[in-house]
């Protein structure tokens, strides 16, 4: 047994963990953050998508070891204040989800790709930086459009911040 530390959605955790714990299973049987789901253990459907130190990785991929000291951002720690995060509300008002299964993984990869990218996205490079990241029901359009009117929001948002 590990004894292992991070900071999870703002929050400092320590909690004791088998060393072979995956950060997936650590963040929800630890911590019952289940957010992030576990869609495939072979890090290719994206379900579990979180953010390590501000970069999107893969939970599932990633010993719970792996990640001590780091800050860690689940689907859980991205609303504010009761409000949801631009990216989760672009996926709400445009239909961006059906089950709901990929959800909090296609999201926090389309927050990390509108913080690598800014206003520059297009519809190749949303479906290029997707890739990794499966849908079984919806056939990715209103994925994509709700990632680009997300980060048509947080550009404009950004440019009246600088103002």
Not at 5 to 22: I, P, Q, Y
Not at 45 to 67: E, F, R, Y
């Amino acid at each position: 047994m590990a004894k292992v530390a991070m900071t999870v959605n703002g929050r400092k955790v320590s909690k004791e963990c088998e060393d072979r714990t995956l950060l997936v299973h650590f963040l929800r049987d630890q911590l019952s953050l289940t957010g992030t789901h576990v869609g495939c253990d072979t890090s290719q459907c994206g379900a579990c998508v979180v953010h390590m130190d501000g970069k999107a990785v893969k939970s599932c991929s990633i010993l719970a070891a792996q990640a001590a000291g780091s800050e860690i951002l689940t689907i859980e720690g991205l609303a504010a204040n009761g409000e949801l995060h631009p990216v989760q509300a672009a996926f709400k008002a445009n239909h961006g989800l059906q089950c709901g299964f990929c959800t909090p993984g296609m999201v926090m990869t389309a927050v990390d790709m509108i913080n690598r990218h800014g206003g520059k996205l297009d519809e190749q490079t949303v479906r290029e930086n997707l890739e990794g990241n499966i849908c079984r029901c919806t056939g990715y359009h209103n994925i994509v459009k709700a990632i680009l009117a997300a980060a048509e929001e947080m550009s404009a948002a950004g440019r009246q911040a600088a103002e």
